[in-house]
């Protein structure tokens, strides 16, 4: 077993009189900084003028422009959108660089070399393993979402301390951390978004809805029976693993579960997968993503819309409405979730 990281290991003082500018308040950005301010820290918010802005004053934070937020503090941590890092970066963060301690929540600039550090600062990463809005609804609780932290950069010889302090000030700690490096963090962050969370996920969804669809079955039970359902059996999987799941269900289910399961996800989809997992590591996919985004994402856009109109999401638009209760106040999670 690896080791965890619990709150026991962390110095729960490191944190005190330090200054920890949370670049960014999206689904991210306001977790991180209610939860490290309710923990006690001083937080300062860096942002554009703009929505977020007037949010996190309303939230009681002290907000001031990206690059006086970064000025001012011993700990940057960037919880901007993946894809405007870089300029981000490069045009505010970095011209007031010291030798504060810069943060990330994902490795993907930095193993990828979009973002290129300077040698004078501790460089690390604190990764919430769940969306922002459950990072912040789970403190609240008592609880946490667990994290992973990595060290890129230790010029003080603190990045450890700093890490676990971090982890310990947004609550992961009571759930637990992992220790790992920007290159695994990234690469099975994006693997598991794209062959399992997101888009393993959509499309089994999908394609269950439209066999049962193109074979005469009514699309609202379809859209009950493999979307709607899915929860249910995932929260399952949450509290007990596949084997809590499995009590649960019925003993039909479990044996069409253990007969049917490995036909539809089978050798050759696991062969699929190891492939995109190759298109990570060698850096294929972060390069499409990169010159996607410099081109004005043509491609992402056009597959979105049409994604928008797919029959599952007709009828599912319309059976929520009957069901407020499945998408009140948590539709903002079920979007970002998608990180
Ligand atoms: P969001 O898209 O939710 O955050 C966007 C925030 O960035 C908004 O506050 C936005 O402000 C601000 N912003 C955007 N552009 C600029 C700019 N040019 N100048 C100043 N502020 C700007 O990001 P996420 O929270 O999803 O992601 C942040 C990081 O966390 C990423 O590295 C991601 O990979 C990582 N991560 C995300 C997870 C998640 O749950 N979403 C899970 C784990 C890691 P405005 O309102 O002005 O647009
Ligand atoms: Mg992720
Ligand atoms: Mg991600």
Request: charged fraction near 25%.
């Amino acid at each position: 077993m690896a080791k965890m990281y619990y709150n026991g290991d962390a110095n729960k003082n490191y944190l005190n009189g330090k200054t920890v500018a949370v670049i960014g308040y999206g689904s991210q950005g306001h977790a991180h900084a209610l939860n490290m301010r309710d923990s006690g820290v001083n937080v300062v918010v860096g942002l554009r003028k703009g929505k977020s802005w007037e949010k996190a004053e309303q939230d009681g934070l002290k907000v001031y422009s990206v690059g006086e937020a970064t000025a001012q503090a011993d700990v940057v941590m960037v919880l901007l959108p993946d894809e405007m890092q870089p300029k981000v970066y490069k045009e505010e963060i970095e011209p007031n660089l010291t030798n504060q301690a810069l943060m990330f929540a994902h490795g993907f600039n930095v193993h990828f070399n979009q973002i290129v550090p300077p040698k004078e600062s501790d460089v690390l990463l604190v990764a919430p393993k769940g969306p922002g809005h459950l990072v912040r609804r789970t403190y609240q609780e008592e609880a946490g979402v667990p994290a992973l932290f990595a060290i890129y950069q230790d010029v003080t010889g603190e990045a450890k301390e700093l890490a676990l302090s971090y982890t310990q000030a947004i609550g992961s700690l009571r759930a637990g951390a992992l220790e790992t490096t920007f290159k695994e963090e990234t690469e099975t962050d994006l693997f598991g978004e794209q062959a399992v969370l997101c888009g393993g996920l959509t499309s089994l969804v999908k394609a269950g809805f439209e066999t049962l669809v193109e074979a005469g079955y009514q699309p609202e039970l379809a859209y009950f029976e493999c979307l709607h359902e899915l929860k249910l059996i995932v929260d399952l999987m949450y509290e007990g693993g596949l084997e809590g799941m499995r009590y649960s269900i019925s003993d039909t289910a479990q044996w069409g579960d253990f007969v049917s399961g490995p036909r539809v996800v089978n050798d050759d989809v696991k062969k699929e997968m190891k492939a995109v997992l190759k298109d990570i590591q060698e850096g294929r996919f972060a390069k499409g993503w990169i010159l996607e985004n410099q081109a004005n994402r043509p491609e992402f856009n056009a597959i979105n819309e049409r994604e928008k109109e797919h029959p599952i999401e007709l009828v599912g638009r319309e059976l929520r409405k009957m069901m407020p209760f499945v998408n009140k106040d948590k539709k903002k999670e079920v979007v970002a979730s998608a990180s």
